[in-house]
Structure formats: structure tokens, C-alpha cells
T-cell receptor, first 116, second 113 residues
Framework: NAGVTQTPKFQVLKTGQSMTLQCAQD?????MSWYRQDPGMGLRLIHY???????DQGEVPNGYNVSRSTTEDFPLRLLSAAPSQTSVYFC???????????????FGPGTRLTVL | AQSVTQLGSHVSVSEGALVLLRCNYS??????LFWYVQYPNQGLQLLLK??????LVKGINGFEAEFKKSETSFHLTKPSAHMSDAAEYFC???????????FGQGTRLTINP
């Protein structure tokens, strides 16, 4: 198992450019999510998905789009990058499981994005 | 709304000394609580979790945490620090059974030889 993989590891964009951060998992997890990590702010949830075709907004969704066409992939799209989106982005996945049962989330290695 | 506060953005201890990382939470329902560790340039790894069973939770690498409802705290401890414990530690909270996590600001732990 490769676990959760993210590409690219590093990316530099100019303001206004668009790009897609890729996330894939090979554990057949239903739940996938995207977080951004900023110094002194911990990780904040951007978007999440409880299964193919189902997505929802997290705490900081503005400026980001997602879709989930397969169980394995959950790409994050920046349509018009802004300097405020300079951050480290983490993808995570887990089983959804039964109500009242927490399933451990597995995190990818992250993508470090700089927007100039 | 849930929130997590980690007291101290940086903690420095000597090798062999006690490690204490503080976490306080705010939640309208009894929450699930977690500690994650992040080593440099890596993703997050689950250290331990509290999910309404025993209030003293043991995790990996000799860490443990105690859930204290009266103090709304979930502090992380390790009796004897090792150089390999140097990392950033995050406390997180979720509603029972929910997968969405709310993270604290993080505490960077430095171990002095």
C-alpha cells in the first residue's frame, strides 16, 4: 500500500494562475479531506468528501474547488491563486465507519505551495 | 462550535526530563480528542486518541494523555524525553463519531542534549 500520496511536493505560482493539487489513496477509504497548515494556526479544514460524488465545505473553502469522481482521488483546485493561499496543504483519508466510531485519518506528506 | 487551545507554541526540555504539552478544548458535547505528531517535512501521525472509554490514554512512543472533563483538558505527557521526540504536536477535537477534526495551533517541542 502506498497510503495517501500527494503531488506535487512543491509548487510556485504567480497570482492569478490556476492549478490542481492531486491526492490519491489506495486503502478504499470513503472519507477524504483537505487541510491547509499555516504557522500559528494549526490545520484548518478546506473541503471534505464522504464518498464518490459527495463533497462539502469545511472551515476555509473560499478560493478552492473540489470534486470526487472516484473513491481513490480527491483533487483540490485553485482557480485563481492569491498570495493568501501560500500554505502547506495536506490530504487525509479514512473509513467512514459506523456512527459513534472514530476511524483514524491517514495524512499524506503535504504539498508546499507559494503564490507570488 | 468546537475549539482547541494549546498553551505554548514552543516548549523546550532537556533529554530525560518530563514532557508536558497542554491542550484545552471547548465543546458543547462530550468530544473525541486526539494528539498528532508531525516530524519535519512529513505529514501528521496519530499519537493517541480519547473516544469516551478510559480517561487515561496511552499512545505510541511512550506518550500518554489524560482526559479531565472538569478542567476541559487533554494534556500530553511523557516521563522521559528523547531526542527523537523533537517535533510539532497538535491537539485536535471532533464530535463523537465524526471524522471532521478541529486542530489547535500546534506546539513545537525541542529537546536539549
Amino acid at each position: 500500500n502506498a497510503g495517501v500520496t500527494q503531488t506535487p511536493k512543491f509548487q510556485v505560482l504567480k497570482t492569478g494562475q490556476s492549478m490542481t493539487l492531486q491526492c490519491a489513496q489506495d486503502m478504499n477509504h470513503e472519507y477524504m479531506s483537505w487541510y491547509r497548515q499555516d504557522p500559528g494556526m494549526g490545520l484548518r479544514l478546506i473541503h471534505y468528501s464522504v464518498g464518490a460524488g459527495i463533497t462539502d465545505q469545511g472551515e476555509v473553502p473560499n478560493g478552492y474547488n473540489v470534486s470526487r469522481s472516484t473513491t481513490e482521488d480527491f483533487p483540490l483546485r485553485l482557480l485563481s491563486a492569491a498570495p493568501s493561499q501560500t500554505s502547506v496543504y495536506f490530504c487525509a483519508s479514512s473509513y467512514s465507519g459506523l456512527a459513534g466510531v472514530y476511524n483514524e485519518q491517514f495524512f499524506g506528506p503535504g504539498t508546499r505551495l507559494t503564490v507570488l | 462550535a468546537q475549539s482547541v487551545t494549546q498553551l505554548g507554541s514552543h516548549v523546550s526540555v532537556s533529554e530525560g526530563a518530563l514532557v508536558l504539552l497542554r491542550c484545552n478544548y471547548s465543546s458543547s458535547v462530550p468530544p473525541y480528542l486526539f494528539w498528532y505528531v508531525q516530524y519535519p517535512n512529513q505529514g501528521l501521525q496519530l499519537l493517541l486518541k480519547y473516544t469516551s472509554a478510559a480517561t487515561l490514554v496511552k499512545g505510541i512512543n511512550g506518550f500518554e494523555a489524560e482526559f479531565k472533563k472538569s478542567e476541559t483538558s487533554f494534556h500530553l505527557t511523557k516521563p522521559s524525553a528523547h531526542m527523537s521526540d523533537a517535533a510539532e504536536y497538535f491537539c485536535a477535537v471532533s464530535d463523537p463519531g465524526a471524522q471532521k477534526l478541529v486542530f489547535g495551533q500546534g506546539t513545537r517541542l525541542t529537546i536539549n542534549p
